[in-house]
C-alpha cells in the first residue's frame, strides 16, 4: 500500500508490524494443508487520518470458500442485529419498503429487517454463509457486491453494511455502486469497529487481513464528500470491543446532528501517541506469553475457548498457540476443522466440560460474560487476554 486508500495520500507511516500471518477465518479441514503467510502492518494517513494495512490480500482468497464466520453465533450478536434495525428505522423514519444488507454472512441482519415490513435482499460473495441465509427465507446473491449487482436489485430505501465498510479494497467502487440503489432519500448504514476503542482496548488482535481500513469519523467525512454523500448522525456501538454505527444520506437530504461534529472534532491522536500505541502491543504480548508459558511449565492444560479471527492473529503473534491442547467452539462450520498457522484442532465446547483443563483462554473475550454463562459446568480458571490480562 503506497498510497491512502481514501484520499490517495502518499504521506502514509507505520505503527504496528504483527509479522506475517494466514488468512484469520481460513479454517482448514485437515492439519497438512499449505498455508500463505502475508504481511500484516498497519499504517497511518497523515493527510485524512485514516488507519489501514498496508498488505492487500485478493478478496476472492479471504471470502468465496472457508470463509466460517457467522453473524448470529452468539446470542448478544443477534441481539444487536436487531437493535440495529430498529435504530435505523427510529432515525430514518423509514419504516418499510426495500432493504440490502451488503456482505450480509448469514442473513441474520437482512431478517431482521424483513421481520419488520422490508422486503429484504443479502449480497454475500461465501458459499457456505450464503446457503444458512437461504434456509431463513432471505433472497440472497452469492457474489461480491459491485455496481452490477446494484444494477441487479434497483433502488432500495435502506442499505446496510455491518463490518463489510472496512474491508473493501476499492472504496470508491464500493461507494458508487452503494449510489446505484440510493433514491433521494435512501439511506446508507454502515456499522464497524471504531479507531478509538481500538486504541483504548489495546485491540491489536483485531488485526487481520479482512479488517483493511480501521476507521474513524473524520477520513470517512472527507472521502463522502467527493462522492456527493455526507454522513447525518453517528452511534457508538459495544459489539466487537466498541464500534461506531454510521448514518450516510445524498448531500442536503437530511439535518445533520451534531453528535457528527463532536465525534469528527475528538479525533486527535498524534503521530508519537500511535507509535507508542505499538510498542505497548509488544510489551503485551510478551506479557501474554510469559503467564501462559509459565502456566504450562508448571504442569498446568490450557486450552481456548471460541475461535473468531482476532483469536486467530492473537495467537499467531504471541507463539502462545503451542501451549494450547485444543479449541473449543459453538459454531458447527468450525469444529473439525483446526486453526489457521497455529493447526490447533477445533472441537465442540462439550470437550471443554468433559476433559476439565486446568486453564481456558477466551479468544472472542467481547463475548466472555455470555461465554463463561453458556458454560457453568466448567471447573477451571478462565483467562480474558485483553485489554489486560485477566484470571477469573
Not at 484469520?24 to 479441514?29: A, I, P
Not at 444494477?151 to 472504496?171: P, Q, R
Not at 501517541?273 to 506479557?287: Q, V
Not at 472472542?364 to 453458556?374: R, T
Request: charged residues 25%; aromatic residues 10%.
Amino acid at each position: 500500500m503506497k498510497t491512502c486508500r481514501m484520499c490517495k495520500s502518499t504521506d502514509l507511516y507505520e505503527f504496528l508490524d504483527l509479522g506475517y500471518h494466514t488468512h484469520s477465518d481460513q479454517f482448514r479441514k485437515t492439519n497438512d494443508e499449505p498455508e500463505m503467510r502475508y504481511p500484516l502492518k498497519v499504517l497511518m494517513c497523515s493527510n485524512c487520518g485514516l488507519a489501514q494495512l498496508s498488505f492487500v490480500v485478493e478478496p476472492e482468497v479471504m471470502y468465496t470458500e472457508d470463509y466460517l464466520y457467522e453473524a448470529s453465533i452468539t446470542a448478544t450478536a443477534s441481539k444487536h442485529w436487531g437493535e440495529l434495525a430498529d435504530d435505523v428505522m427510529r432515525t430514518t423514519g423509514i419504516n418499510g419498503g426495500r432493504s440490502v444488507d451488503i456482505g450480509g454472512n448469514d442473513g441474520t441482519l437482512a431478517l431482521k429487517f424483513q421481520e419488520r415490513n422490508f422486503t429484504a435482499v443479502n449480497v454475500d460473495p461465501c458459499r457456505e454463509v450464503a446457503q444458512i441465509s437461504e434456509k431463513k427465507g432471505i433472497k440472497t446473491i452469492n457474489q461480491f457486491f459491485n455496481k452490477s449487482v446494484a444494477e441487479s436489485i434497483g433502488k432500495v430505501d435502506i442499505i446496510t453494511g455491518t463490518n463489510v465498510f472496512a474491508h473493501v479494497n476499492d472504496l470508491d467502487a464500493f461507494v458508487e455502486a452503494v449510489k446505484v440503489m440510493m433514491k433521494d432519500d435512501s439511506v446508507f448504514v454502515f456499522e464497524s469497529p471504531y479507531f478509538l476503542d481500538f486504541l483504548e482496548g489495546l485491540e491489536y488482535d483485531t488485526v487481520y487481513h479482512q479488517h483493511l481500513s480501521y476507521l474513524s469519523l473524520r477520513p470517512v467525512m472527507m472521502f463522502l464528500e467527493k462522492h456527493g454523500l455526507e454522513v447525518f448522525d453517528v452511534r457508538h456501538t459495544k459489539l466487537h470491543g466498541g464500534g461506531f454505527r454510521v448514518y450516510i444520506c445524498m448531500q442536503g437530504q437530511r439535518q445533520i446532528a451534531p453528535i457528527v461534529a463532536e465525534t469528527a472534532k475528538s479525533e486527535n491522536w498524534t503521530k508519537n501517541e500511535l507509535i507508542a500505541w505499538g510498542k505497548a502491543c509488544e510489551i503485551h504480548r510478551e506479557e501474554l506469553f510469559e503467564t501462559v508459558y509459565n502456566l504450562h511449565k508448571q504442569g498446568h492444560s490450557i486450552c481456548c475457548v471460541s475461535a473468531p479471527a482476532k483469536g486467530q492473529t492473537l495467537l499467531n503473534y504471541t507463539g502462545i498457540g503451542r501451549f494450547i491442547s485444543f479449541v473449543s467452539e459453538k459454531s458447527k462450520l468450525k469444529i473439525g476443522r483446526y486453526t489457521p498457522g497455529t493447526k490447533i484442532k477445533i472441537v465442540g465446547d462439550d470437550e471443554l466440560i468433559k476433559q476439565q483443563p486446568d486453564y481456558a483462554i477466551i479468544l472472542a473475550w467481547n463475548f466472555s460474560k455470555e461465554i463463561m454463562a453458556n458454560n457453568p459446568d466448567y471447573k477451571g480458571k478462565w483467562i480474558i487476554p485483553l485489554p489486560k490480562i485477566t484470571i477469573i
